[in-house]
């Protein structure tokens, strides 16, 4: 019989302590509390066999033994140890653990600590589940916790992202209302100033990927009222350029403006993507002149 790895064997106890009846003198806490510094130790050897599926399991049960010794703190914790043990190829896993310790992160008031783990569990819907719409919610979810922690610039952080995620989804009127909101903010501090023209410029795409003129043009208006130094931008200027190729249906006109502007500013993806949307509304729209 092959002999048990040293994780195996600290998992064996585990199970067996918390199974274990209690004795006349001992308490189930103090049963569970043992048992729960057992699976930790378990978790932690099978790390280091790079076994993480099982880490994260124990980790679990380590979570699930400070649950009923009502050590909240302890139990988010062995939560999101098996959260950051999942992530190594059990996505759906970790997004569950991560929500167990939002749950009691929340129920203690600590918001700033679980707007962080809510924002992972957005980067794991996106990057590995590519579920945008749980990610966007989570984005903005994570957003309202670190703005009420008065952590500004990471719940714009946040809400920019949700902004994005909202365009991707093609719903463009909550796109512009996140990305008003987060350039609003930014014209507040000399520090951020410089990103309102993106922000401002995500918008304007985001009207014209509508296909609705007035109100990018509108938009454009205000902008520049919010913001004297805007219209001369290269961003404004740009705005202007597929605007006008917009309203005059002249797909030309418009990959031109986008080929130079890129020449010196690079287009993203985001933009890039959202360029595309919009220039097949121009060829699909019948020109009105």
Known sequence: MPSKSPAQTLLDKADKKASSSTGWFSSSSTKFEEAGDLYQQAANSFKLEKLFKEAGDAFAREAECREQCKEANEAANAWWNAAKSYKRGFPDLAIQALTQTVVHLTQGGRFRQAADREKEIGQIY???????????????????????????ATANACYKDAADLHADLEEYPQAIARYEQVASHALTSALTKYSVKDYWLRAGL?????????????????????????????????????????????????TGAVVEFDQVTKLDNWKTNILLKIKRGIQEEPSLT
């Open 206 to 254: 985001s009207a014209l990927a509508m296909n609705d003129t007035v109100s990018a043009k509108r938009n454009l208006m205000k902008y520049s009222n919010q913001d004297a130094t805007f219209s001369s931008t290269r961003e404004a200027k740009f705005l202007n350029a597929l605007l006008e190729a917009a309203e005059a249906g002249d797909a030309e006109m418009f």
């Open 126 to 152: 996106l990057q590995e589940s590519n579920d945008l719409r749980k990610a966007c919610e989570s984005f903005e979810r994570a957003g309202d916790w670190y703005a009420q922690e008065d952590a500004t």
